[in-house]
């Protein structure tokens, strides 16, 4: 369209504000081009449609989100930025923040599962939980709940709970118990699937499924698969 120009551009016009402001009202979902709400302050319009201002409509930056996901199992992590929309926000989200394409802008996945893996999984665009999440994931404890068949040898979960040799240095040791009769739970820092198997083929056990229920002082309670919601200022790694 050669008659067109940025929308951030004809907001700043009408709406006698800056640039900058402008771009604040559109990415808050505050701006509508002929009815519908465009995010993108790119969008080009032409002189034809009609621009609004919603009554709702404010200068706030819009502060930086950490997501929790719960990933299926088998979907590869490539992926699950996919799953990032509003109708998949869940039910549960009690943050008040709605989704905006904004809150996907420099969103960066932190220590993914493996694809066979479901569970738990952190976006964040804060520096603080990218920091927390690499640097000091070493020293965050996870938590996994692992099904299991086959018959566990004798001494079997005395094997399980025993520090071993992973990645060329003794691992710590596991904190392993029965949830029921085919699931186990394991909690660990520095825990991971391949480590979660190499216990269990030790023990004689065959993996059925691996899904990651915390990182940290956070869990993942009550999050359906595929489904995610924004983490609350006061969780806290």
Known sequence: ????????????????????????????????VDGVVVEEPGYRVTAQEQIALLPDADLTPIEAVTIQLHKPAGMPVANLIDLIVA?????????????LKRHLKELVMLDPLENTASGMVIFTQDWRVKRKLVDDLSRLEQEFVV?????????????????????????????????????LRFARKELSSRLITLLCSRAGLSIISIKRIRIGRVPMAGLAAGQWRYLMGYEKF
């Open 1 to 32: 369209m050669s008659d067109s120009i940025r929308l951030a551009k004809r907001v700043a016009e009408l709406f006698n504000c800056s640039r900058g402001e402008a771009t604040l009202y559109i990415e808050g979902a505050a701006v509508t």
């Open 87 to 99: 109708e998949n926000q869940s039910a549960e989200d009690r943050s008040g923040l709605r989704f």
């Open 147 to 183: 099904e299991v068949s086959g018959q566990i040898v004798e001494g079997g979960l005395q094997l399980l709970n025993q520090s071993i040799v992973f990645h060329g240095k003794p691992s710590e040791p596991a904190k392993v118990s029965w949830q029921n009769e085919t699931r």
